[in-house]
Antibody, heavy 124, light 109 residues
Framework: QITLKESGPALVKPTETLTLTCTFS??????????VGWIRQPPGKALEWLTL???????RYSPSLQSRLTVTADTSKNQVVLTMTNMASVDTATYYC????????????????WGQGTMVTVSS | SSDLTQDPVVSVALGQTVRITCQGD??????ASWYQQRPGQAPVLVMF???NRPSGIPDRFSGSTSGNTASLTITGAQAEDEGDYYC????????????FGGGTKLTVL
């Protein structure tokens, strides 16, 4: 059974750096075709993709946020860590990590298992 | 703006059929995946690839693609199908980035 859980601060101040950890079980990030994505959702708004790390450590980032995002994986701990710099009020959102259904990289990405999400508020 | 466009609001009478659409140039090359999100809950994958339903998703859900439009069809909509539906696929730039549509709020009357 695959599970993912996000953890991190619920409140950050403007200009600070956010660090979120996705701890997962039930799969290995080393398995070909697998990936872990981060997606966020501001209150009352749509889903927004942030980043995706693949089984071979290749990483993709949202073009609009690429300069502020870093994603890393620690396969020994079954964790994926997202950092986002220079936080602002517009970054207030629920942040989800999700398991990419195993498939070749050249086809679409389907996120079949999601964490419960963690709400992050940016306020001074 | 998103590479994938969805109608913001769609309604359907209980037991009737509804189609939720997602438009984008990348859909000519890549399949869409579809997610259902109920209030206060994480999204759930309901369709991926060529009309593939994950385990546990009722067979009243089906998917299709024609040209630049992907569709999620619910045949015999139930009250529990009410919620927000999002499509996702790749971007249209060729960089193989992930994009989500703006979402469709489905109301079952």
């Amino acid at each position: 059974q695959i599970t993912l859980k996000e953890s991190g601060p619920a409140l950050v101040k403007p200009t600070e750096t956010l660090t979120l950890t996705c701890t997962f079980s039930g799969f290995s990030l080393s398995t070909t075709g697998v990936g872990v994505g981060w997606i966020r959702q501001p209150p009352g708004k749509a889903l927004e993709w942030l980043t995706l790390i693949y089984w071979d450590d290749e990483k993709r980032y949202s073009p609009s946020l690429q300069s502020r995002l870093t994603v890393t994986a620690d396969t020994s701990k079954n964790q994926v860590v997202l950092t986002m710099t220079n936080m602002a009020s517009v970054d207030t959102a629920t942040y989800y990590c999700a398991h990419r259904r195993p498939m070749p990289r050249g086809v679409n990405d389907a996120f079949d298992i999601w964490g419960q999400g963690t709400m992050v508020t940016v306020s001074s | 703006s998103s590479d994938l466009t969805q109608d913001p609001v769609v309604s359907v009478a209980l037991g009737q059929t509804v189609r939720i659409t997602c438009q984008g140039d990348s859909l000519r090359k890549y399949y869409a995946s579809w997610y259902q999100q109920r209030p206060g809950q994480a999204p759930v994958l309901v369709m991926f690839g060529y009309n593939n339903r994950p385990s546990g998703i009722p067979d009243r859900f089906s998917g299709s693609t024609s040209g630049n439009t992907a569709s999620l069809t619910i045949t015999g909509a139930q009250a529990e199908d009410e919620g927000d539906y999002y499509c996702n696929s790749r971007d249209s730039t060729g960089r193989q980035l992930v994009v989500f549509g703006g979402g469709t709020k489905l109301t079952v009357l």
